[in-house]
């Protein structure tokens, strides 16, 4: 299973675009890229999922590089509601995606 | 999207008794489940994989006799601390999926050992 590095913590503002990106070297072919957010005292939640290139849904963007090695989560005008660890997480799709390897997140503070 | 759910929401115990954590998947059938678990400012840790009409496969460093887990239907899946000890506090979550790609996680059970 691919092991994943993100930043321990990230500071931003309400209003302003925030990037995480996660590196993942050892990406194997058929891996995907997922990424969660949790709040505390709660279970994750996901937020996107993609394999190259760049994916976009209603609330995050997640863009892939060529070689897959890294990705970068975008969220648009974050507010204090997005302060949350976000987690980056990579693997097959298919079948038991349960054991999936969690690294140990971002913490987003966002700051009024 | 799909809804895993779990109960109690927490629950304190006294040392040395034991205690169920319940994880249903409302609106789909998984014949997978998996039990995390994560102390206070650390990442989720699997602890073991729920598998419908079979044995559990528990993670390196799990004591299966100390967590038992049971997948006795489609959707559900208990998971059992038995005497439970304070050191075992921890908040615990269940996920599953109804198809490729995506896990649904439960709210989370935390649990208090006095």
């Known amino acids: 299973l691919a092991k994943t590095t993100q930043p321990i913590s990230m500071d931003s503002y309400e209003g302003q675009e925030v990037n995480i990106t996660c590196s993942h070297n050892n990406i194997a072919t058929n891996d995907y890229i997922t990424w969660y957010q949790q709040f505390p005292s709660q279970g994750p939640r996901f937020i996107i999922q993609g394999y190259k290139t760049k994916v976009t849904n209603e609330v995050a963007s997640l863009f892939i590089p060529a070689d897959r090695k890294s990705s970068t989560l975008s969220l648009p005008r974050v507010s204090l509601s997005d302060t949350a660890v976000y987690y980056c997480l990579v693997g097959a799709p298919g079948g038991s995606q349960g054991n999936l390897i969690f690294g140990k997140g971002t913490k987003l503070s966002v700051k009024p | 999207g799909a809804v895993v759910s779990q109960h109690p929401s927490w629950v304190i115990c006294k040392s040395g008794t034991s205690v169920k954590i319940e994880c249903r998947s409302l609106?789909?059938?998984?014949?997978?489940m998996f039990w995390y678990r994560q102390f206070p400012k650390q990442s989720l840790m699997l602890m073991a994989t729920s598998n419908e009409g079979s044995k559990a496969t528990y993670e390196q460093g799990v004591e299966k006799d100390k967590f038992l887990i049971n997948h006795a239907s489609l959707t559900l899946s208990t998971l059992t601390v038995t005497s439970a000890h304070p050191e075992d506090s921890s908040f615990y979550i269940c996920?599953?999926?109804?198809?490729?790609?995506?896990?649904?996680f439960g709210e989370g059970s935390r649990l208090t050992v006095l």
């Open positions: 609106d789909f059938q998984a014949t997978t």
């Open positions: 996920s599953a999926s109804p198809y490729p790609g995506e896990l649904f």
